[in-house]
């Protein structure tokens, strides 16, 4: 039996532990290729593009490895799925994955006549918009 302890950032409030604690679990359901958890798939994802970025080697195409893992679990499957088209679109802008982008985009202004995109839990209006 092994332990193994990954702290979370000294300086982190209470929310931003919690925060930090799901991105952690979910760099391991990458690794064994098991479901994410979370609020918001798009903000789970750059979470865990994030720790790979951290606990992975310089060089490594992190980003391409996590899209790899997403078409495999089906989080890349935008057609008909207003939370995932939100959530790649949000992955993708923070990749600059002009590809995913593109395709998720399409796939949010196709979807937003038949049901509003803002009636998704990751529909998210950005401060300076409101």
């Known amino acids: 039996m092994f332990s193994l302890y990954l ?3 000294s300086n982190s409030i209470r929310g931003e532990a ?4 799901i991105a952690t679990r979910n760099f391991f359901a990458w690794l064994f ?7 918001e798939i798009g ?10 970025d951290m606990y992975r080697t310089r060089g490594t195409l992190n980003a391409k490895d996590l899209m790899i893992y997403a078409d495999f679990r089906g989080y890349s499957r935008v057609a ?5 088209a939100l959530g790649m679109l ?6 600059q994955n002009k590809g995913v982008w593109t395709n998720a985009f399409a796939h949010c202004v196709g ?10 839990s990751q529909f998210e209006v950005s401060p300076e918009l409101a």
Do not use: T
């Open 80 to 84: 008909n799925s207003p939370d995932y």
């Open 18 to 21: 919690f925060q930090w604690h």
């Open 111 to 120: 979807m937003n006549g038949i049901s509003p995109l803002s009636n998704s």
């Open 90 to 95: 949000y992955f993708a802008e923070h990749c």
């Open 33 to 39: 290729a098991m479901p994410l958890v979370g609020n």
């Open 43 to 52: 903000k789970a994802l750059v979470d865990v593009c994030d720790r790979m």
């Open 7 to 9: 702290p979370q950032p």
